[in-house]
């Protein structure tokens, strides 16, 4: 026997004790818990929801010898790195089979290495949840900073989605709003503790479903952005979103090529946009003719829906989009949609994307619901991100912008916009004509006259430059895809 196949026999017992701590590891909570928790209930286990995420073939595992010593396969947290659309993407996912995916001291190692991993190499995160928040019989506590701390130091240095796959609370939860984009199942839920929680505390009965369900998260609260049906869809939707952005804030977006990136006159436009601004239209009609074709991804669509926002392409190029949509409250600004823009401003604010703004708006909502909501205070907010935005921005006017509502939008004049335009039926002010006459209790004459001076409003500012021009509907898109070849250089 030769020196080196003694070697050989010697490895054995080595490396069959790695194997065995390795199947130890990637085993979940075992069969049974697996079939009854998860694929008997139509979701994915978590090796699977892995596997769906990445590249076939790609994901390398990270920690997997974590929780082995104690019988907790991978201590409930799967994490690692592969690619996505071949680009590289850092990953961590509960596990719900083990201990419920609750968070103890190994787990909470894993969850902070992958967001350090994160900032270190400049890659994307995507964290699944769907856990039970921190671990009661785990008293020793864990030798690593807070997973939370690096998710907050995290936050705006890469893209960040959080996919919410199954009740999840406390701790784990927060990985929620610390991330961009939060997408929710059907049949998931969050919250900052669960029924048996809230009812202690409170004496309050009540379901998961009604305490933090995908429809109180997505509609009501604006907590989770967006609503996937299954497991399979909430991945693909994650998926989706990273390919409108860069791996990390100060790299350029990723250009995409199609059938559909050339100028183009939209006909249909004149047929979709009513001259008179009285009569409303859906903004989403607009959005899907002017943009590269089925590039048009919408963020938080059942919260504030006065505003439109979300991912598209013009010529290949990622370009962000936050339009009034004249079909709900004619468009008017409440407290839900500022919130709204407010929060996607700031995160678009840390890449490189163009951000075109589609005004179509009679004000800021008036009354005393609007009050109460805070539109005052979250109005104010949303300009402040508008105004301090510093990517390409291109302003249309589309048919109206009244006072704050107009300033919002930015269609203020030399508001750093890489182009601005209005279309010839545009209705500007300060306040509608109709409502400030009859408060300034104008008569006939001087109400026409200033009903007049309104309807000339996109002459008037196009005649000292407060916009670059007045444009027919149908060359919209092209008057977009000239001014991104003007802000090309950024």
Known sequence: ????????????????????????????????????YMHSRGKLDVRQRIERLFDPGTFREIGSLVGTLEDIPS????????HIDGRTVLAGAEDFTVLGGSIGAGNTA?????????????????????????????????RSPGDLQAYADLN??????????????????????????????????????GPPLVKAATGEDVTKEELGGADVCTRIAGSAHNEAHDDEEAIDMARLYLSYFPQRAGQPSPRASGPDTEPRV????????????????????????????????????????AIIIGLARFGGRPTMIVANNPAYLAGSVDAAAAIKATDFLEVIGNYDHPVLFLA??????????????????????????????????IEITMRKAFGFGSVVM????????????????????????????????????????????????????????GSDDVIDPREMRNAILNALMLAENR
């Open 75 to 82: 201590d409930g947290f799967v994490c690692g790195y592969g």
């Open 410 to 465: 930015a269609q203020n004049p030399f508001d750093n916009q890489t182009q601005s335009f209005s279309l010839p039926s545009v209705n500007m002010a300060a306040m509608p004509a109709d409502a400030g006459g009859r408060s300034a209790k104008l008569d006939a004459e001087t109400q026409a006259q200033v009903e007049r001076e309104q309807r000339s409003g996109p002459y008037r500012l196009a005649g000292r430059l």
């Open 266 to 305: 939209v006909e249909e436009l004149l047929d979709i946009i009513p001259p008179n601004d009285r009569r409303p239209y859906d903004m989403h009609q607009v959005i899907h003719h002017i943009v590269d074709r089925d590039s048009f991804f919408e963020i938080q669509p059942a919260y504030g829906p």
């Open 360 to 393: 179509d708006n009679p004000g800021v909502m008036a009354g005393t619901k609007a009050e109460r909501e805070g539109i005052l205070k979250w109005g104010g907010k949303m300009y402040k991100a508008e105004r301090r935005l510093s990517n390409p921005k």
């Open 156 to 193: 705006g240095q890469v893209p960040m989605v959080c996919v919410v796959m199954g009740a999840s609370a406390g701790h784990g939860a927060l990985a929620a709003p610390l991330s961009d984009f939060v997408i929710m199942t059907s049949y998931a839920s969050m919250f900052t503790g």
């Open 1 to 36: 026997m030769s020196q080196g196949s003694g070697n050989r026999e010697e490895w054995k017992p080595w490396l069959e004790e790695l194997d065995r701590r390795r199947t130890e590891g990637a085993a979940m909570g075992g069969p049974e818990r697996v079939e009854k």
């Open 110 to 142: 894993k969850r902070y290495r992958v967001a350090e991993l994160a900032a270190q190499e400049g890659l994307p995160l995507v964290t699944m949840l769907e856990g039970a928040g921190h671990r009661l019989t785990d008293t020793g506590g864990s």
